[in-house]
T-cell receptor, first 115, second 111 residues
Framework: DAGVIQSPRHEVTEMGQEVTLRCKPI?????LFWYRQTMMRGLELLIY????????DSGMPEDRFSAKMPNASFSTLKIQPSEPRDSAVYFCASTGLAGGTDTQYFGPGTRLTVL | SQQGEEDPQALSIQEGENATMNCSYKTSINNLQWYRQNSGRGLVHLILIRSNEREKHSGRLRVTLDTSKKSSSLLITASRAADTASYFCATDAGGNEKLTFGTGTRLTIIP
């Protein structure tokens, strides 16, 4: 299995631009998580989906952030408009056990820099 | 504040020595997990210990859990240069899928 796939690996954009991050979970996994990691705040859960349905988006910082999971093999995290404080590494993770905690498999991350 | 907080924040030891990292948490848990993150990479799962377990081993890793003290420790024996990484504990909130990660311990193994 290829593991969790994220694209792009690096993104540099200017303030005000729209940014879309993409994630393909491990085949057969039914839960998907989006995290953000910064030096100041550590690893924060933004949102997670179970069977393509958003379960908890309480970590989404503000309305500029949105996430979708149109099918079991694809999810996007969009920031519109982007701001310099959004600069971070964004991770996607998936797990195969629904309704409980289990090992999460992380993607390599997308390093976002907003100028 | 963080559900899981590791200490020390940073640890440097000589290759071959043992490394011990600690994690404290605040609320009841079903299980606690440890993850490793190499620089510039995603997190990799190391070991999971359930709330009814007190100790678990995996290769050179030994994890203990004390639910009365709400704490866990990760011991890496006979450390190697390749163990250089950040180590995070992660706890669930009891019955749901969310994990809350601690702030991490940055481990450096000196060859």
């Amino acid at each position: 299995d290829a593991g969790v796939i994220q694209s792009p690996r690096h993104e540099v954009t200017e303030m005000g631009q729209e940014v879309t991050l993409r994630c393909k979970p491990i085949s057969g996994h039914n839960s998907l998580f989006w995290y953000r990691q910064t030096m100041m705040r550590g690893l924060e859960l933004l949102i997670y989906f179970n069977n393509n349905v958003p379960i908890d988006d309480s970590g989404m910082p503000e309305d500029r952030f949105s996430a979708k999971m149109p099918n079991a093999s694809f999810s996007t995290l969009k920031i519109q408009p982007s701001e310099p404080r959004d600069s971070a590494v964004y991770f996607c993770a998936s797990t195969g056990l629904a309704g409980g905690t289990d090992t999460q498999y992380f993607g390599p991350g997308t390093r976002l820099t907003v100028l | 504040s963080q559900q899981g907080e590791e200490d020390p924040q940073a640890l440097s030891i000589q290759e071959g020595e043992n490394a011990t990292m600690n994690c404290s948490y605040k609320t009841s848990i079903n299980n606690l997990q440890w993850y490793r993150q190499n620089s510039g990479r995603g997190l990799v799962h190391l070991i999971l210990i359930r709330s009814n377990e007190r100790e678990k081993h995996s290769g050179r890793l030994r994890v203990t859990l004390d639910t009365s003290k709400k704490s866990s420790s990760l011991l890496i024996t006979a450390s190697r240069a390749a163990d250089t990484a950040s180590y995070f504990c992660a706890t669930d909130a009891g019955g749901n899928e969310k994990l809350t990660f601690g702030t991490g311990t940055r481990l450096t193994i000196i060859p």
